[in-house]
């Protein structure tokens, strides 16, 4: 399981929400503190309520890659956790 995510919107800042979590995907392997099995990037869009729910649940840490729309979309999830992550 992640223990760190990153939640990127797509539609973030005219589309650089996706340039970004292509970066993320690329550096995140190679660095010695977050190896494949410790980060994982998510595209918002891509998520039903209820993924959201699991990947809330099973992070320490999620890095939201977008404005406040794209963390409206996690209140509920961070509010129903019994030990939420850091953001």
């Known amino acids: 399981d992640a223990l760190y995510t990153f939640l990127a919107n797509p539609c973030s800042g005219a589309g650089e929400g996706v ?46 890659i977008g404005g406040d729309g794209t963390v409206s979309r996690l209140l509920e999830p961070l509010f129903q956790s019994p030990s939420p992550p850091r953001l």
């Open 19 to 64: 340039r970004i979590a292509e970066i993320l995907r690329d550096a995140l392997p190679k660095h010695p503190a977050l190896g494949l099995a410790a980060a994982e990037v998510v595209m918002v869009d891509q998520l039903s309520p209820e993924r959201l729910g699991v990947l809330v649940s099973r992070s320490e840490m999620m890095v939201v």
